[in-house]
Structures are given as C-alpha cells and as structure tokens.
C-alpha cells in the first residue's frame, strides 16, 4: 500500500524538476514582451554598450534591456556580427538579432547597431595565413555590403544608426595586417551608399577609432588621430553621417585637459578639431565606448568611487556638447565573467548583481542625484 504513494511523490518530485529545468532553460519563444515601455531619464544622451552577441538566453536578453531602461539610459550600442548571421553564403539567421532589436524597441531604447565581424567563408583559408574574423579582402566588399543592406533595410524604422566596421586603426581589428584608412574608406563607400539604398534616413557612423598613440609604422596600429585625418584624404568626408568614438579615461579623471600626447576622455575633442579642420564640424559625433574600470589587480584602473564620479562627470560633460550625440559606457553586462580585470568594465555581474556604479548613476538619471 505505501509503495504507490511512494512513487507518486517520486513522481511529483521529478515532474517538479523537470518544471524546475524548463523554467531555467525556456525556449526563446515563451518571453513575452509585455506591453511598451519607455526610459524615464532627466539626461537623454546617456547611453550604455551591451554584450548581448554572447548571450543565447532570451530571458536574460529582456532583463538587461528592462535594466538599462531603469538605469535611465535612452541609447544602447549592440554589436550584430555578419559572421552570426550568414554562417554560409547567402543564408542568414535572423533570430538573435530580431530577438533583441525586439525586445530593445519593447523597452523603449534606440539601438545603435555596429556591423562587422567576418564569417569563415569570406576570410582566407587560416592553413594558409594567419588572420582574425576580422580580416576582410576588397573582393569581399560587397559581400559585407550586401549584409549591410539586408541589415538595414530588414530593421528600418527601428534600427536607426549604424556602425560600419570596429577600431579599423588597430592591426587586430583589421585582420592582423597594417592598417590602413585608404582600405577602410573603399569599405566604408561600400557600406555606406547600401546603407543608404536600404533607407535613406539611417544614420552612418564612420571611424569608431580605438585611441592609440601608436605611430606610422607601428606593427600594432595609428594614432586614432591621424588615421581620421588620413580618412578624409581618402575622401570619407561624403560617406558617412556621424563620426563614432572610443574615449576611455584610463586613470585620468573626466575633466582632464585633451593632449596630442595622452589617452583621457577629452580626447575626444582632438578628433572634432580633425573634423572642423576638414569642414566637416557639422557632423555629430556619438561616443559609443567609454569608461573607467575599477579593478584592483590593473594599474590603469581607478577606485570604484572614483569611476563612479567620473562617469558622471563625463556624462555632464557630453550633456553640455552640443555635437557630442550621446555617450555610451562599456559595458553593462558580460554573460560570463573573464575571471580578470575585464570583469570589472561591467556594471552588473553575470547574475546580475548591480554594482554601485549601477545604483549610483540611476539616482544621476531618474532623480538627478549626484
């Protein structure tokens, strides 16, 4: 008599886990949207970088994206690899790429979207020469083109801005090859005018340029800032809406003075005096990388009160540039941690915890506390 009540509470007990496994491992298709929401924000340029290309879980895609609209942060800068998309030629996998523009647009937040990244079958045979995924032939152009339009065209009127290519003057960015603008400038052209075939309207950011003091010559990159001048004597100038920025402040604070010949946030404004001197002051530029890191085991890092105040001031800072478009800091999430000083760039841990950082530009953006 008592064994069949002992296998029905056995039975409850694996039905149970098993409820308890599909909770954890949902299906993308079960996260519901829910109903539209919108940032509430008293700093509209405020803007964070998401991780959410390593991030298959589409329940955790929606939480960071409802945590950014509650941090106050209207803008989100995403990375969306052509490598992800078409794994062969000619066939693409939209699904993570509409999962989040999806769930971004649900919580109320404009997506800058940055293309790049090349699949296996556009980059040389790696038995025969050594590259990155980033390493792109100029007969491979159109190809990139191609996903560019089909980006575009396929997320127009939600996806508004677009990035083309990723801290081109880094050798590693550019496929472990001398850099070079000229090269970068024939990509851009290509991206650009089927960008524009896709929708008019889309805002092309050029550069996205990593900040570097690297001279002509250097195996490692170039000097961001005469790499953008070498962009216009390629011609850039008419071939792209709005200049992306990378500024980190390393251990300076926010308010330090710009220098030809120091890494700090301002430097930012060496490269508008680039821009001005090609009139091409005009253009906005948007900061899509930022920030401090906190690490105590990096010596180019800060104390976590002083990243907090120097976010904040840097956010002052941009609200009081009227060409600076918005300010995105790196990063707000990693899905998993590096188990090093990376890990101190995020805002949330990988359960995600907040960190103070978090709270405290919160209080900045809802409640203008400072």
Known sequence: MRRPARFAFAFRIVALLLLLWTVDSPPGLIVLPGPPQTVITLHPKVGIHTRLTDEAAAWNIQRTLRMVRELGAPWIVEFFPWAHVERAPGEFDWAHSDRVISLAANQGLTVIARLGLVPAWARPDPRERETTFNFIDADRYFQFGEFVYRFVDRYRGRVRHVIIWNEPNLSFEWGLRPVSAREYVDLLRV??????????????????????????GSPAGLNDLVYLQQMYDAGAAGIFDALAAHVYGLTSPANEPPGTDRINFRRVELLREVMIDNGDGEKPVYITEAGWNDSPRWNKAVSPAQRIRYTIEAYEWAASQPWVEMLAMWAFRYPQPARTYQDNWAWVDEDFEPKPIYEEVRQYTVNGEQ
Do not use: F, R, S
């Open 191 to 216: 991206a650009y005018q089927a960008a524009k075939e896709a929708d008019p309207g889309v805002v092309v950011l050029a550069g996205a340029l990593a900040p570097t003091l690297e001279p002509k």
